[in-house]
């Protein structure tokens, strides 16, 4: 009897640990859901039908000559090359942002543009986003 009742416990114990270990696993997936922002080049941007809520990352090269600044309102086309977003920030840019340059923005999709909530910019003359250098080798535009 008294084996019997080491077993039951031990087994009642392996079950609410389990129990505990999915709802931490349903807790977690719940929280990095909102945190997920995937990754877009522009190609796949005009291709996709990208939700208006969905927040996402686009990313390629600030196309020259389309840079435009007015106080704070920005506003830019990143292209892969093949394919152009028109991007609108409100906000300070990196200091390294500028034209003919590799970048990412964080944002959403409104009438085919691009409204950036967060910009991001090379570190130095030969860093550019892995995301960025991938969508670009795709296309054949870009060697390291």
Do not use: C, W
């Amino acid at each position: 009897m008294a084996m019997g009742l080491k077993k039951r416990r031990r087994i009642q114990l392996i079950v609410i640990a389990v129990f505990f270990l999915i709802v931490a696993s349903i807790l977690i997936g719940f929280a990095f859901k909102d945190g997920i922002e995937f990754f877009r080049s522009p190609s796949q941007v005009v291709s996709e039908n990208i939700n208006e809520d969905e927040v996402f990352r686009i990313g390629g090269l600030v196309k020259e000559n389309s840079l435009l600044k007015d106080g704070n309102n920005v506003s830019f086309i990143v292209t892969d090359r093949a394919n152009e977003v028109e991007v609108k920030f409100v906000g300070i840019l990196p200091d390294l942002f500028s034209e003919g340059t590799g970048m990412i923005a964080t944002g959403r999709l409104k009438s085919n543009i691009f409204e950036a909530t967060e910009i991001l910019a090379k570190h130095d003359e030969n860093y550019m986003p892995k995301e960025v250098a991938d969508a670009l080798k795709e296309q054949g535009v870009f060697q390291e």
